[in-house]
């Protein structure tokens, strides 16, 4: 079963993490998953990028796709005649949308298609509006499905893989990145076992990974983020299957922390190590991963593991949230443009010769 129809996409529609109403933004709350499914409705801008900020909302694509809903909400406080004269009442709502996480260049890909689309437009820029953040998260529900059947024809039968942090539905519009791999790879016969990392300090995986797959009925395992490299060197492992957050010119690319001690071990053992994202995932204005701004959160998402305190009262925390892997320690990106082999500057621009 090779091909992207023999799949039944719709089995994996169950999780949904965003959804527009017309009025009002619905936001699955993954700060309280998997115990409790609550929503959180964002009526206004400020809202969705406080539930951007707060990881009510997470995952590259899907905070992407929140924030173009957050410009619809903020054009409801808008009066304005035509597209251009909206974009400049609109601008602070956006610079407060995209400033609300760094790291992912989602965000501001939206941000921007959405400027865009107000360009010249004339008395309906409304509905262009709500028209093309419809557009943002239907195209990534689309570009899942393509790069989960291209990264598991990658993989041979009785594959074993581990992921990291949460890249499946709860990340984007559906499906998922690496976890859409993963998902497609499973239903295609290629991936036999799914090892999850826990993905400390904030447990993406142990809350939101495994409960996903779970939920498929593909049986993954658990493991702590220091059982890694123990994992490889006793031979259960074949490929690490990751997201991104921000993918470079030379393909350097930004992930979760944690994600460049997986890539080095994996290089170090012989193992394949592959990134998933959609080309909005794609900078090619940022020539390396030096230039990427690395979010720091609060050390209180280290010294507690929820409301329990796990570090003596008083020491010190440092909680970088995202690293960089370099290209040269990645076997393929997957997007859904096509899978760039051996990342550099040159197989990039194969792929992507204009910025995106
Ligand atoms: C499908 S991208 C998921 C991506 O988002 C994560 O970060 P966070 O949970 O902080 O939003 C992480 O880097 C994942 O790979």
């Known amino acids: 079963m090779d091909n992207q129809t023999a799949i039944d996409f719709e089995l994996y529609d169950r999780v949904r993490p965003i959804r527009w109403d017309g009025q009002a933004l619905h936001l699955l709350d993954q700060r309280v998953l998997p115990f409790r499914e609550e929503q959180v409705v964002c009526t206004d801008s400020d809202a969705v990028a406080h539930a951007i900020t707060e990881l009510v909302v997470r995952g590259a694509p899907a905070i992407g796709i929140s924030a173009a809903y957050g410009v619809v909400l903020a054009a409801n406080a808008v009066e304005a005649a035509n597209g251009d004269s909206a974009l400049k009442a609109l601008e602070p709502a956006m610079q407060r949308l995209h400033d609300a996480r760094?790291?992912?260049?989602?965000?501001?890909?939206?941000?921007?298609?959405?400027?865009?689309?107000?360009?010249?437009?004339?008395?309906?820029?409304?509905?262009?509006?709500?028209?093309?953040?419809?557009?943002?998260?239907?195209?990534?529900l689309l570009a899942n499905r393509r790069m989960g059947v291209l990264g598991a024809q990658m993989m041979q039968p009785g594959t074993r893989v581990l992921t990291h942090c949460n890249t499946g539905s709860l990340a984007t519009a559906g499906f998922g990145t690496a976890l859409g791999v993963i998902r497609a790879g499973c239903a295609m016969g290629r991936i036999d076992k799914v090892y999850a990392g826990e993905t400390r300090p904030?447990?993406?995986?142990?809350r939101l990974t495994v409960w996903e797959l779970a939920q498929d009925g593909l049986n993954p395992t658990l493991i702590a983020d220091s059982a890694?490299?123990?994992?490889?060197?006793?031979?259960?492992?074949?490929?690490?299957v990751a997201g991104a957050?921000?993918?470079?010119?030379?393909?350097?690319?930004?992930n979760k922390i944690g994600t460049y001690s997986l890539a080095i071990a994996a290089k170090h053992h012989g193992i394949g190590f592959m990134v998933v994202a959609p080309a909005s995932t794609v900078d090619m204005n940022t020539p390396n991963g030096d230039a990427i701004e690395i979010e720091e959160r609060l050390p209180t998402e280290l010294l507690s593991v929820g409301s329990v305190r796990t570090a003596a009262e008083g020491v010190a925390a440092w909680n970088p949230v995202f690293d960089v892997t370099p290209a040269e320690l990645i076997t393929a990106i997957v997007t859904e443009k096509g899978v760039v082999h051996a990342p550099s500057v040159a197989t990039m621009r194969e792929l992507f010769p204009q910025d995106v």
């Open 102 to 140: 760094p790291t992912a260049v989602n965000l501001a890909w939206a941000l921007n298609r959405m400027g865009d689309t107000l360009h010249g437009a004339g008395a309906d820029w409304r509905e262009q509006l709500v028209a093309m953040a419809d557009r943002i998260a239907k195209d990534d």
């Open 202 to 206: 904030w447990l993406q995986g142990a």
């Open 228 to 240: 890694a490299a123990h994992l490889m060197k006793t031979g259960g492992v074949d490929w690490v």
């Open 245 to 254: 957050d921000r993918i470079c010119a030379n393909g350097d690319t930004a």
